[in-house]
C-alpha cells in the first residue's frame, strides 16, 4: 500500500495529450515539492521532473508537471511510443523524514 | 557524468546477511547525500536508507529500522548497505540513487540511479 495514490495504468495515443494523477496529504505532497521519475521497461528509473514543474536538461518539454494542495499531476503532450514506461511520483514526508513513493502508473502507448 | 554501480545481491536464506556495495563515480562522492531505493518484483518503488554525504547522519525506511544499516567510506567513493535478520518480503532490486545534496533532506531528489542489484530471500 503506497503512501501516494496513482492511478494503476494509462494509455493514449500517439499524438495524443495524457495525464497521470499523484494524490497525498498534509504531510507529504500539501507541503513539499512532486518529484516524477520514469522507469522504462527493464531499466533504472529516471528523473524526468523535480521541484513540481522543472525539467532536467535533456528531458523535452512534452513531459510537464504541476502541483495543487496534496494532489499533483503529470501531463505528457504528442504522446510518442518511446513513452512507454512506468511513472512514478514521489515527495518528502515531513512524518517520516524519508521519501514516499506512488505505486506507479503503467502508461501504455496504443 | 555521474555514474553507480551496485554489487552484492544474490541468493540468501531467510535471516542470513547480505552486504551490497555501490561504487560512484563522476563527482566529488563525499559531497553529496547518497540512499538505497527498493523495488519488489512487478511492484512500486519503496525508498530504503538515506545517509549525509559526510557519513555522519543515517535515515531508514519503517520497514527496514533496526535491521538495515547504511554507511559510506568517502576515500573509496563507495555506499554500502549492510542487510541482517533477512526476509522474503525484502526480496527486491535495490537501486542506489545519488541525493541532489550533501544534507538527506527535503527539497531535493534522487538523480542519477544505479543499474540495480537483485537480492532474492528464499530457502
Known amino acids: 500500500q503506497s503512501v501516494l495514490t496513482q492511478p494503476p495504468s494509462a494509455s493514449g495515443t500517439p499524438g495524443q495529450r495524457v495525464t497521470i494523477s499523484c494524490s497525498g496529504s498534509?504531510?507529504?505532497?500539501?507541503?513539499?515539492?512532486v518529484y516524477w521519475y520514469q522507469q522504462l521497461p527493464g531499466m533504472a528509473p529516471k528523473l524526468l521532473i523535480y521541484?513540481?514543474?522543472q525539467r532536467p536538461s535533456g528531458v523535452p518539454d512534452r513531459f510537464s508537471g504541476s502541483k495543487s494542495g496534496a494532489s499533483a499531476s503529470l501531463a505528457i503532450s504528442g504522446l510518442r511510443s518511446e513513452d512507454e514506461a512506468d511513472y512514478y511520483c514521489?515527495?518528502?514526508?515531513?512524518?517520516?523524514?524519508?521519501?514516499?513513493f506512488g505505486g506507479g502508473t503503467k502508461l501504455t502507448v496504443l | 557524468e555521474a555514474q553507480l554501480l551496485e554489487s552484492g545481491g544474490g541468493l540468501v536464506q531467510p535471516g542470513g546477511s547480505l552486504r551490497l556495495s555501490c561504487a560512484a563515480s563522476g563527482f566529488t562522492f563525499s559531497s553529496y547525500a547518497m540512499t538505497w531505493v527498493r523495488q519488489a518484483p512487478g511492484k512500486g518503488l519503496e525508498w530504503v536508507s538515506g545517509?549525509?554525504?559526510?557519513?555522519?547522519?543515517?535515515y531508514y525506511g519503517d520497514s527496514v529500522k533496526g535491521r538495515f544499516t547504511i554507511s559510506r567510506d568517502n576515500s573509496k567513493n563507495t555506499l554500502y548497505l549492510q542487510m541482517n535478520s533477512l526476509r522474503a518480503e525484502d526480496t527486491a532490486i535495490y537501486y542506489c540513487?545519488?541525493?541532489?545534496?550533501?544534507?538527506?533532506?527535503?527539497?531535493?531528489?534522487?538523480?542519477?540511479w544505479g543499474q540495480g542489484t537483485l537480492v532474492t530471500v528464499s530457502s
Open positions: 514521489a515527495t518528502w514526508d515531513d512524518s517520516l523524514s524519508g521519501v514516499v
Open positions: 521541484r513540481n514543474n
Open positions: 545517509i549525509s554525504g559526510s557519513g555522519g547522519s543515517t
Open positions: 498534509s504531510s507529504n505532497i500539501g507541503s513539499n515539492y
Open positions: 540513487a545519488k541525493w541532489s545534496s550533501g544534507n538527506w533532506y527535503k527539497y531535493n531528489w534522487f538523480d542519477p
